[in-house]
């Protein structure tokens, strides 16, 4: 599969026409899946999440997806795994010191 900019991003069998993308679900997707298929909505947002995961960048992933705003993308494409966050502020405080952290930002007298 190729991803074509101008035209479907899931081309069908016959030229110039779009996969039939619920006979895919139906045929394909679920019956390889079970229970974990939820739905397009849930392929999409899983999508959004693993591109965002592997450091692509939202206004990307906005594209890829074919949103009109990357705000739509960031706030209901994008899940970011909690975990992320905790290693985040991890490199935070290694960077400013503890103490910056545990004030949250105040300057610390130093006497």
């Given amino acids: 599969m190729r991803y074509n900019r101008d035209g479907y991003i899931f081309a069908g069998e016959r030229r110039g026409k779009p996969l039939n993308l619920a006979k895919l679900a139906r045929r394909v997707l679920a019956p390889a ?14 999508l959004g999440s693993n591109l965002y995961s592997l450091g692509v960048p939202p206004k990307v992933i906005q594209e890829i997806l074919r949103h009109a705003d990357v705000t739509t993308t960031q706030t209901h494409y994008i899940v970011v795994d909690r975990s992320e966050t905790a290693k985040a502020m991890q490199k935070l405080e290694r960077a400013v010191g503890k103490e910056w952290v545990k004030t949250k930002g105040q300057p610390v007298s130093k006497l």
Wanted: hydrophobic share 35%; glycine share 22%; proline share 0%.
């Fill in 33 to 46: 899946l079970g229970e974990m298929w939820k739905s397009w909505h849930g392929f999409r947002r899983g």
